[in-house]
Each structure stands twice: as C-alpha cells, then as structure tokens.
C-alpha cells in the first residue's frame, strides 16, 4: 500500500509541476513554455529516420504526440521520485536537480528562451518537492489510520488545486498577449491580394474528390514548431547577407512596397507516400525571391541558399531553383488573405518543384547566399536529400472506401510534376492494358491536375493503378522507393471491390 501511495504522490507531484510551469509560462507571457522546449529540443535530438517512421504512422497528429510524450515522460519519472521519496531521498533529490537541469537546458538551447524560462524550471522543481513533503511526511504508524485519511485529504486538495491550476495556464496561453497582439496586426492587414476561386475547367467537381483548391483550413501542416512563431510584421524583418555584392535588411514594409504578385502553386512534404495526403493546392502572395537575389548580386562559386526561421530551423535550397524563373515567392498571403500563423505568418517561402524541407521555410528570417559544401540543413542533418527536386506522382482519389457500383464507375485523382506540368495520366485495372484518363485545365506547371476516367466495372475484387507522364515525356516511375532520402516512388493502387 505503502509503494502504490508513494508512486501515486510521485505522479501527482509531476502533473501539478507541469501545471505549475505551464500557468507560470503564460503568466510570464513566455513564447514557450518548458514542456515545449523540452518537446522541441526532442524532435531535435531525434533521428531521421525514426523521425519519418513517427510522421509516417501518426502524420500530422506528430505534434500533439511529442508534447503528449513529454507530458508522459515526466508523469513517469515522477512515479519514481515518489517511489524513491522514503527510502532513498537524496537519489530523489539527485533526479528531481537533473530533470530541472535538462528542463533549464533546453529551454536556453531555443531561440527564445532565457531566465524567465529557466525560473519557471525551477519553480516546477520546487513545486515536485513541495507536493512530495507534503503528501509523504514521516507519520507515527500507531496512528496509521489518521494518517491515511490525512493522506487522501491533502491528495484530494492537491488533485483539486492542480486541476484549477492547470485550467487557468490553459486559458492565460490562449490569451498570450503576444499571441493576441500578433492576431490583431494579422486581422488589420489589407494586403493587395484576393481570394481567388478554382480557375474555370480545373475542378470536375466529382463527388468524394478532393477539391482542386485546397482551403486554408484543410491545408497539410508538417514542421517542427510545437507551438508557431508569434511575430507581429511590423517587427519582422529578412536579413540577406553571404556571397552577396551587399547585404540587405528587408521588413515586412519594403515587401509590401514592392507589389504582391499572386500565383497557383502545389506544394508537397518529402514524407507524402505514395497515394498520401501531404500535398496541397492554393493561390499564394508574394514577391519574386529572383528580383530579390539579382538587386543583392549573388557572387561567384554560390549555390545555395541557406534560410532560417525564426526558431532556429535551417532549410538549404538550390539557387538554381531561385533564379531561373519559375514562381519562387516570398509568401504573405495564402488563398488571399494574410498567412495564417501555423502556415508561417507574417511571411514564408514558396518554391515550386521542390519538397518543402529544400524549400518552404516558414516564419523565415534569415538569408545566406553560400555553398552547399559549406553547411548541412536541419533535415539534411538527418539523412535526407540534398536538393529535394519534386518526383513525377498521382494519387487516386475515387472510388473511396473500396466499394463500387456494377457498371460505369468514375476513377479519379490528381497528379503533379511542379515546374514541368503533366501531359497525361493513365489508368490500368488488374494489370491489364494503360488506359488514357481525361485531364482538366490547369493555370500553369506549377499545380496539381485533376484526371477522370470511366471505368466499366465488374464484379468482383479489382486492383486500380494510376500513372502520370510530366511535359518532358518523362513517366511516374513504378519502382518503389521510400520516402526517404528525397521522396517515394512507385504507382499508387486501390483495392476495390465491385458487387
């Protein structure tokens, strides 16, 4: 009994910790709390490959995971610290100092941490033995009874208290006063940008298809911000420096002064597999990152262009893909209203024919023109890619669920070769002969096409397989690759079954 309440106090004295520091954040109006940086610096220590196994099976519930990780992590440790309390006090007092040393370490190793960050560490520590001395003081056993009923009242009011705790951090954080301002400034913009419907003959309008547009709201996120940036625009600035003729310091004015050019770009994660979902469609805002690099003068021998975000992420990309014409912007809006915040407010790159992790740095603040002989980028680090250039793919979207119907049956899907475009798709069933599917209109290379075909199908069980051919005469390839180390291959397969 003695055990289960000690591991029990040792959990309830972690949980209001974690409360503790996340109220004590948000009260400090801390742009990250130490449970995020603790999550951060964990994404950060994790290798690629088990990185993209982690992406791969959970996609873009990986954020709610890591911080629940954490959260766990914690909680766990804390079972032991209790179950040490009695009997081993100073290896408690030893893991509680450790955990408040790495907490504090890991909330200096981010962009924004600093004293307040490591106070709130400490606090959480403090909180941890406060709870503990309270719960499991040394009590006469002839009194055991009293003793146990002392021990559940203050465990209930413990249990009370961190509840309420816990509740107000969480409605401080959503009145971060930060976060507040930075919505306001957003919501105050008018940027000369529209929001523009689907082109006329891009979208078939099939039932169950996903639409040509992708919306804002349905946009795929995969970064590695727990918690997004918060910069107001009117502090955001863009420093350009490296092999350049002279260095230049943008703000978020200057880009506005230079005119918002608007352009249908599809932009997809090096993580999307075969078939997948991580790819999107939308009109973006923004300026030529071309013009730019020509007014700075890029001098001999550079490659490269090295972009960080405002939390530290590092992202390198071919300046071939920068320079030589295609619509590679500096983003400020999205479907023609201002970026939304997780998608890299106030301002973010967009470069089509890359994967994003070469290309699509979010919240980007920083510039160097170098050589990719020179650095190695956040995801390259970790096993990925150089330069990242986009493969020829589709994706079958209909039938959905795997049933159809005897009889004419639609199949559909998109398919995409930023850059170069798509000249055809076709559609085989169990193997037999390719078969032509109609494509719809598109504005340019640098978008996803819808295709259809009318299937005549039979009963049974059926396996439907898509490929595409890009403007180049280059087919989608049927050799399966991972999407590792720059991106998956193969045809994309249904299983159907028709009755």
Known sequence: ????????SGVLAAAAAIAASEALAALLSLRESPVLAVGQSVIRLTPGPLAEAIIGVVGQADKPLA??????AIIALGAVVGGWWLTHRVWAFGLVTLLVGLTSAAVLSRPYGGAAGVFTSLAAGVVVLGVLELLLQERDHQQADLARRSFLRTFAIITVATVFIGAAGQVLASRHRRREAVERARASLKLPSRTSASPVGTDFEIPDQDPWLTTNRD???????????????????LRIHGLVDKELTLTYQDLLDRGLEDAWITICCV????????????VWGGVSIKAILDEVGIQSGADALLSTSDDGWTCGTPLEALTDGRNALLALTMNGEPLPIPHGFPVRQVVPGLYGYVSATKWVVDWEVTRFADFEAYWTQRGWGERGPVKTESRIDVPRGGIADVGTTTVAGVAW??????????VRVDEGPWQKAKLAEVPNVDTWVQWTYDWDATAG???????ATNADGEPQTSARAD?????????????????
């Open 1 to 8: 009994m003695t055990s289960r309440r000690n591991i029990a």
């Open 67 to 72: 911080i629940g990780s954490v959260v766990l």
């Open 461 to 467: 069980d059926h396996t439907i397989e898509a490929r």
């Open 271 to 282: 993580s999307n597999p075969v078939g997948g979902d991580l790819i999107g469609n939308t």
């Open 417 to 426: 070769a930023q850059g170069v475009g798509i000249s055809g798709v076709e």
């Open 219 to 237: 946009f795929y996120r995969i970064d590695t911000a727990l918690s997004p940036p918060l910069i107001d625009p009117a502090e955001w600035s």
């Open 483 to 499: 999407v590792l180390p720059d991106g998956a291959t193969g045809y994309p397969g249904v299983s159907v079954t028709v009755g």
